[in-house]
């Protein structure tokens, strides 16, 4: 199965910027980025689909940017204009499927990382 680490989360203020990273052993048909608030579900925030479909939820558009180098096995996310209420463990997860329209169903992701806390300070 493959392994996934995460890094790169911390503390910002709100209207701040970070970028997290996470390194995974081989490539999958579709790789993002979930997170999980204290009390609330895991949720979907980016994934890439192998062809290069990119898919984002409502809430991150125009804000969170997902990419992946394929060289370094890496996928990442830059999160701008944090705020408050996107304090949560951010994971990093893989799934074998995807269909267009689903790529942020948790269901679907069978392999997750540690996991990376983010905290957005008001």
């Known amino acids: 199965q493959v392994q996934l680490v995460e890094s790169g989360g911390g503390s910002v203020q709100a209207g701040g910027s970070l970028r997290l990273s996470c390194a995974y052993t081989?490539?999958?048909?579709?790789i993002g980025w979930f997170r999980q608030a204290p009390g609330k579900e895991r949720e979907g925030v980016a994934a890439?689909?192998?062809?290069?479909?990119?898919e984002y939820a409502d809430s991150v558009k125009g804000r969170f940017t997902a990419s992946k180098d394929n060289a370094k096995n890496t996928l990442y996310l830059q999160m701008n204009s944090l705020k408050p209420e996107e304090t949560a463990i951010y994971y990093c997860a893989a799934a074998d499927s995807c269909s267009v329209g689903r790529l942020l169903v948790v269901f679907n992701y069978r392999a997750w990382g540690q996991g990376t806390q983010v905290t957005v300070s008001s």
């Open positions: 890439i689909r192998s062809d290069g479909r990119t």
């Open positions: 081989y490539s999958t048909y579709c």
